[in-house]
């Protein structure tokens, strides 16, 4: 199984950026899915959930700027991002609970990808 996040680059200030994090390999099922961000010297915080039911949650960092959404079918995780600022530079993580065929559940994390959010 791999989580390979995408998307990310470096945007100007107000600007908008959509991550995405596609689950691949041998999944029977994908349950919670989250974007994390972490910034250089920073802990890894939150950004926001979607739980296999889909409810959705944010952290603090999301700030009512960032939409998160799920496409079931294709076990993929989006982070729509406006109104970008320079504190959202950070490497932005993806995070899923999976069961692969014959295994038990277990957590993954993709590779991230890097958000610059400079003039």
């Known amino acids: 199984v791999q989580l390979q996040a995408s998307g990310g680059g470096l945007v100007q200030p107000g600007g908008s950026l959509r991550l995405s994090c596609l689950a691949s390999g041998s999944i029977f099922r994908v349950d919670r899915m989250e974007w994390y961000r972490q910034a250089p010297g920073k802990q890894r915080d939150l950004v926001a959930t979607?739980?296999?039911?889909?409810?959705?949650s944010y952290g603090d960092s999301a700030e009512g700027r960032f939409t998160v959404s799920r496409d079931y079918a294709k076990n993929t995780l989006y982070l729509q991002m406006n109104s970008l600022k320079p504190e959202d530079t950070a490497a932005y993580y993806c995070?899923?609970?999976?069961?692969?065929?014959?295994?038990?559940?277990?957590?993954?994390w993709g590779q991230g990808t890097q958000v610059t959010v400079s003039s």
């Open positions: 979607v739980s296999g039911a889909g409810k959705i």
């Open positions: 995070k899923a609970n999976i069961q692969e065929i014959g295994a038990p559940w277990r957590y993954y």
